[in-house]
Nanobody, 120 residues
């Protein structure tokens, strides 16, 4: 499993971005894939997850109603649609995947991250 993120960049507050994560090795057969983020000086935190087979989603309270995770299993991709972005959403966003249904910081697979910067 080789996770590769793309889609980060600079956006104004209130704007939107879509991040993409692809398993370039196309070998993932686990149960969950999703996103974490880490801002400077802060711990890495959970953003959202989708059940790879079920499609069930879960989100951090801070992004509920603004961020949406969806997947394309045929293309081994997961996406993070981020709407109504806030300055405090600025962080490096990491794609993660695991064989378990719950995605935590102990996830087995991680991408290298993509920077998202939201300006005021």
């Amino acid at each position: 499993v080789q996770l590769v993120e793309s889609g980060g960049g600079l956006v104004q507050a209130g704007g939107r971005l879509r991040l993409s994560c692809e398993d370039s090795g196309r070998t993932f057969s686990g149960n969950s894939m999703g996103w974490f983020r880490q801002a400077p000086g802060r711990e890495r935190e959970f953003v959202g997850v989708i059940g790879w087979h079920s499609g069930t989603t879960d989100y951090a309270d801070s992004v509920k109603g603004r961020f949406h995770v969806f997947r394309d299993t045929a293309k081994y991709r997961v996406f993070l649609q981020m709407n109504n972005l806030k300055v405090e959403d600025s962080a490096v966003y990491y794609c993660a995947a695991d064989d378990r249904e719950v995605l935590t910081l102990a996830a087995a697979y991680w991408g290298l991250g993509t920077q998202v910067t939201v300006s005021s």
